[in-house]
């Protein structure tokens, strides 16, 4: 159990164009997921929490316009990178949180690797 | 201060080793704390939970010192197939999030 799948896994595109990320849970519904970022050889970086049903939380100095997130289903997350530049190039993974109980653990899809030329 | 800490190695250390990392974190609320395993290029992969003192799989045992507020991880006789880069997470439970410590890299060598 405790699946979440993302599409695409990769993806290369000239720069100003969108791209739009899925992250799906399979198996179970969440009502939370995370998208994060990573540079090469660095950390994961919090972008914002989707919520279901609601705006997204972004995290300080992440552009909302810039990174569109819809949380449409318990099921479903998408991130849209616009009007992309090659400084957005970055391996963007989401994530779902699954209760069990009193305690949360997070559960990562494969991520997406962008490269925008 | 960073909210969760690592060190980022890397540790190499020779196959059958006992290897440790430690991971301090500021928020003294924090109830929930995990350890991940990333390889290169994928995505990071539950490895354990610590909600009380410690918690034990096989080879690996996470400690938990409240006090300190630090966690730790310990892999016994290390296999090459260990060699990853181990993440510290510490859930922020009053924003519902989870943050991540810069990770260890760990290279176990034959």
């Known amino acids: 159990g405790a699946v979440v799948s993302q599409h695409p896994s990769r993806v290369i595109c000239k720069s100003g164009t969108s791209v739009k990320i899925e992250c799906r849970s399979l198996?179970?519904?969440?009502?939370?997921m995370f998208w994060y970022r990573q540079f090469p050889k660095q950390s994961l970086m919090l972008m914002a929490t989707?919520?279901?049903?609601?705006?997204?939380?972004?995290e300080q100095g992440v552009e909302k316009d810039k990174f569109l997130i819809n949380h449409a289903s318990l099921t479903l997350s998408t991130l849209t990178v616009t009007s992309a530049h090659p400084e957005d190039s970055s391996f963007y993974i989401c994530?779902?949180?699954?209760?069990?109980?009193?305690?949360?653990?997070?559960?990562f899809g494969p991520g997406t690797r962008l490269t925008v030329l | 201060r960073k909210e969760v800490e690592q060190d980022p190695g890397p540790f190499n250390v020779p196959e059958g080793a006992t290897v440790a990392f430690n991971c301090t974190y500021s928020?003294?609320?924090?109830?929930?704390f995990f350890w991940y395993r990333q390889d290169c290029r994928k995505e990071p992969k539950l490895l354990m939970s610590?909600?009380?003192s410690g918690n034990e799989d096989g080879r690996f045992t996470a400690q938990l010192n409240r006090a300190s507020q630090y966690i730790s991880l310990l892999i016994r006789d290390s296999k090459l197939s260990d060699s990853a880069t181990y993440l510290c997470?510490?859930?922020?439970?009053?924003?519902?999030?989870?943050?991540f410590g810069s990770g260890t890299r760990l290279s176990i060598r034959p």
């Open positions: 198996d179970f519904q969440a009502t939370t």
């Open positions: 610590v909600y009380s």
């Open positions: 994530s779902a949180s699954l209760t069990s109980g009193p305690y949360n653990e997070q559960f």
């Open positions: 928020n003294s609320a924090s109830q929930s």
């Open positions: 989707s919520n279901e049903g609601s705006k997204a939380t972004y």
């Open positions: 997470a510490v859930e922020d439970s009053s924003a519902s999030k989870i943050i």
